[in-house]
């Protein structure tokens, strides 16, 4: 269907991209969307949809309980104020990770794109996606064993310094960030090499030998160019992990209390599916909320 | 069963997403005369390899696995899979809620002759039966209570958690129903239905210097006390008896003077069962000496509720010696929880790991 | 600035594969409870030969993961397309629709998962996992084709059509090559995305069907032991030599040839 709609605009004539433009194109647009969003209704949206009219019950309804409508789960914040610091310290450990992330990931970036080239860029580049093919839990598990008292890290402090103390830092929110940061970053520099690789030599050679300093450069001309990059890579980092909940379960200890584990609870324990659904979404327009003022800002800094 | 209708429409669509993937839809499995699913926690009893070469040996039926990992899990997929399960370890503080919701069938105990050996009082919770009519098997049952490092003075009641002589060196296990039981046994009230949650609460609160770390699963305990990051904690008494054996860590058990949080487990039949038969001899299987004589002493299992499999443990050993009989008549079982009271219960918890966090 | 760069990237790579080294050594350490000190043992990987469970479940999870990602990625790419170079109304909506499966925490999508594709016939099994890993795998390979898209510019197609290139000749033999960074990497983030789905697998799969992850998430609570870490290390260094075999041959550096 969609090379039919094409191949039609093609043979009207060989014209320039003008005359493609005012052809009707929903066709082909349609084409083009269609599978993948047909495939995202059914397998995640109408899911997520049942989740949402959930969120409105009074109960799960998966039992004989009768159900009334309600709206009593987002008002959760309201009835259960300690729940508003448990947000907060989720929204805060999000922004430490996508931060750290975006300075460390942008950074790899820049010196994957600017300080290799050819296969050696590609080894490095497949190298450093290449640890997340082994299973999020396994990867949290085996920081636990160089983060704890007498790990891996205490180990080699010893082996320097025979005498030092412990500097296991497992059971902290450091430790939360820590695993996040690992978990996330191959995401932040991949983005943000895509979007950098396409600068040419020519404008930062230019730049340079017309007297730009290095920071000049950077702020200038790679940060701006790299910006789709970040933004994309601020997406797949703060969103997943604002409602992640085994990095904060095993690596936070007693500490590791996020909204990703509330809601777990609420799902695995208490079984109190519509209470889970009503914070997951309300975690979600926070998100979003966040996202639209963030663009909003960003949109009229780059028209100032 | 819902009050949500299936959509045709939706058959359709996931009919044709499906066969244009290339995949058919395959037909639930065959209830082959030879086989059973088990639906069970993993590396609970039920799927010892070598018990199920032996029980398709003797029988011929396979057992094929299905695992869960919470409890409101296990329920759900009950509910979603009809036809897909032939027997289910359900607690007994859970087998209330699937017998009401008709998940599973009467048990017929002639299938099940071991039964005449099972303690009555467990037979006989209020949980596994409906109208004088029973819903389970009772298969295993265990305390939760203390476990403390090999060396250490054993404590006799649940204030040690509170103890400042262990201040960072504790761990409690996070979930809601356990350490509220703790608390409302330690302050004199009934753990299935305290009636002053404000001061379990502040009981809870109060460990907060000495809580080092909230554990979930076996593993996670095994491998911190293994580590030494915690010196007391709530434990499962068959879990005591599989670390010190399996494990070699130097635990002991402790059921303080204020009594142990006891639970049963028992084998349900899914109501949907293909296979009610197999399942009802797989459960017999389960609660023969021969089966729990070999699971307690190669692997460390919780009690058998049939006493005659208790009675032929070695004198010495280690499961028998923490599963006292006459637990079975005094300690309080963990029972069935009304929906508010259960929610009432995972809002405190909730509160307090949040005050934790702080 | 060349060697700053190239030592900052050895420490980033540092950091990235210190728990996996640790990993890898956990499979080779006595010990069943992850104990120091280390002391060397085959155990696990004896272990593991003898359990036909696991490596089955760890071949399953590499076919799920390979169609998944051939599948999310194709699909993906077209999106991503039809989102970057072409106008219409309600663009942001469908943008916004990628987050969704992105910020609820995968426990829910795939408690979700399970219900609705009970009522709506789909039921359990592979061809579940699949439709569910597809999914979940597709915002993540829109997000990144679409920044691919942002940073190549679309008069290059353009002109190569004004020059008489229909439109799909001009996708194939100028977009697409600029884009096969952003591609490939959109491909192997669907591959991991695939590997690390332990709770939609673990709802999704049928008795007696597993992968890894499924293996993984229902030991959690008995305790996983180091065949874990022994079978993880194997699946790692066997996508590794594979992948790093096929880009030594692949032609290289379309990234250097555009310039």
């Known amino acids: ?304 | 069963m819902n009050n949500i209708t299936r959509r045709n429409t939706l058959q359709l669509i996931s009919a044709g997403l499906i066969a244009g993937a290339g995949y058919s839809m395959l037909p639930r499995k065959a209830a082959a005369a030879g086989s059973i699913t088990v639906l069970n926690w993993q590396g609970y009893g039920t799927d010892e390899a070598w018990s199920i070469k032996a029980f398709q040996e003797s029988t011929g039926i396979e057992v094929v696995h299905d695992y869960y990992s919470s409890e409101a899990e296990m329920l759900t997929k009950l509910r979603t899979n009809p036809g897909a399960y032939d027997l289910v370890v359900l607690n007994a503080a859970r087998c209330a809620q699937a017998m009401a919701e008709d998940l599973i069938a009467p048990i017929d105990y002639s299938k099940v002759p071991n039964i005449s050996s099972v303690a009555e009082n467990l037979r006989s919770n209020e949980n596994f039966n409906k109208d004088g009519v029973g819903y389970a098997v009772p298969w295993v049952w265990g305390l939760t209570a203390l476990a403390m490092r090999e060396g250490l003075p054993k404590a006799d009641s649940y204030a040690v958690l509170g103890d400042a002589a262990y201040k960072g060196r504790v761990a409690l296990q996070d979930d809601a129903v356990g350490v509220i039981a703790a608390a409302a046994l330690l302050t004199g009230q009934d753990m299935n239905n305290p009636k002053d949650l404000d001061l379990v609460k502040e009981t809870l609160k109060g460990f907060k210097p000495n809580v080092k770390l909230l554990w979930s699963t076996e593993d996670q305990w095994n491998k911190s006390f293994a580590a030494k990051e915690f010196d007391v904690a709530m434990y499962w008494s068959g879990g005591s008896v599989r670390s010190k054996r399996v494990s070699k860590l130097p635990v002991d058990f402790v059921v303080p003077k204020e009594g142990g949080i006891g639970w049963v487990d028992g084998l349900g039949v899914p109501a949907s069962a293909p296979n009610m038969e197999g399942a009802l001899a797989f459960a017999n299987w389960m609660i023969d000496p021969k089966f729990y004589v070999e699971w307690a002493t190669k692997a460390g299992a919780p009690a058998s509720s049939n006493v005659a499999a208790m009675e032929s443990l070695p004198a010495d050993d280690l499961s028998r010696q923490i599963h006292k009989p006459e637990y079975i008549a005094t300690m309080s079982i963990m029972s069935a929880l009304p929906d508010d009271r259960r929610e009432a219960f995972n809002n405190l918890w909730q509160e307090v790991k949040a005050f934790y966090a702080e | 600035m060349k060697q700053i760069g190239r030592i900052y990237l050895l420490v980033v790579l540092f950091f990235l594969y210190t728990p996996i080294v640790v990993m890898m050594a956990m499979g080779f350490n006595e010990s069943q409870l992850y104990e120091l000190p280390f002391t060397f043992s085959f155990r696990w990987y004896d272990a593991l030969l003898g359990n036909k469970q696991l490596l089955t479940a760890g071949m399953n999870s590499i076919i799920i993961a390979v169609i998944t990602s051939v599948l999310a990625t194709s699909l993906g790419t077209l999106a991503a397309t039809a989102l970057a170079r072409r106008t219409f109304r309600g663009k942001s909506l469908l943008q916004l629709l990628l987050l969704p499966p992105i910020a609820i925490p995968w426990l829910i999508t795939g408690t979700a998962m399970l219900v609705f594709f009970y009522w709506s016939g789909i039921g359990r099994g592979m061809h579940a996992l699949l439709i569910g890993h597809v999914a979940l795998a597709i915002p993540y390979v829109v997000l990144v084709v679409g920044t691919g898209f942002k940073t190549i510019r679309a008069d290059l197609e353009e002109a190569a059509m004004s020059l008489g290139s229909t439109p799909i000749h001009a996708f194939f033999s100028v977009t697409l090559p600029l884009l096969y960074p952003s591609i490939l990497g959109a491909a192997l983030f669907a591959f991991a995305v695939s590997l690390d789905q332990f709770v939609i697998s673990y709802f999704l799969a049928t008795p007696g069907y597993s992968t890894l992850p499924v293996q993984i998430y229902s030991a959690i609570r008995k305790g996983f032991t180091p065949e874990i870490n022994a079978i993880s290390t194997l699946l790692l260094l066997g996508s590794m030599t594979v992948i790093l075999i096929f880009a030594r041959f692949a032609k290289p550096g379309d990234t250097s040839d555009k310039r």
Request: aromatic share 12%.
């Open chain 1, 1 to 304: 269907m969609r090379s039919d709609a094409l191949l039609n605009e093609a043979v009207r004539g060989p014209s320039g991209p003008r005359k493609h433009r005012m052809l009707p194109s929903w066709v082909a647009t349609t084409a083009l969307l269609l599978p993948t969003y047909a495939w995202l209704t059914l397998a995640v949206l109408l899911p997520l949809l049942t989740m949402f009219v959930f969120s409105f019950m009074s109960a799960t309804p998966m039992g004989k309980a009768p159900i009334t409508f309600t709206l009593k789960h987002y008002r959760a914040f309201v009835d259960q104020p300690y729940l508003l610091n448990i947000g907060w310290t989720s929204l805060v450990i999000g922004f430490w990770t996508t931060l750290l992330c975006a300075i460390f990931g942008f950074l790899a970036a820049v010196a994957l794109a600017r300080a290799t080239v050819g296969r050696m860029r590609e080894t490095l580049l497949i190298l450093i996606l290449l640890p997340f093919w082994t299973n999020g839990l396994v990867r949290v598990f085996s920081w636990t064993m160089v983060l704890r008292e007498n790990g891996f890290l205490d180990n080699v402090l010893h082996m320097v310094f025979a005498d030092a103390g412990s500097i296991s830092f497992l059971y902290t929110r450091y430790a939360i960030v820590l695993g996040l940061v690992h978990g996330y970053l191959p995401y932040m520099i991949l983005t943000c090499y895509i979007a950098l690789v396409t600068i040419d030599d020519a404008i930062i050679e230019a730049a340079a030998s017309l007297g730009a300093r290095w920071w000049t450069i950077l702020f200038r001309i790679l940060i701006p160019m790299a910006a789709p990059g970040l933004i994309s890579g601020a997406v797949l980092t703060f969103v997943p992990v604002i409602g992640s909940f085994m990095e904060p379960r095993i690596l936070g200890g007693k500490v590791g209390v996020t909204m990703g584990t509330v809601i777990e609870d609420q799902f695995t324990q208490a079984f109190n599916w519509p209470l889970g659904a009503a914070l997951s979404f309300t975690l979600l327009a926070v998100v979003l909320a966040i996202f639209a003022t963030f663009s909003g800002v960003l949109r009229r800094g780059a028209a100032a």
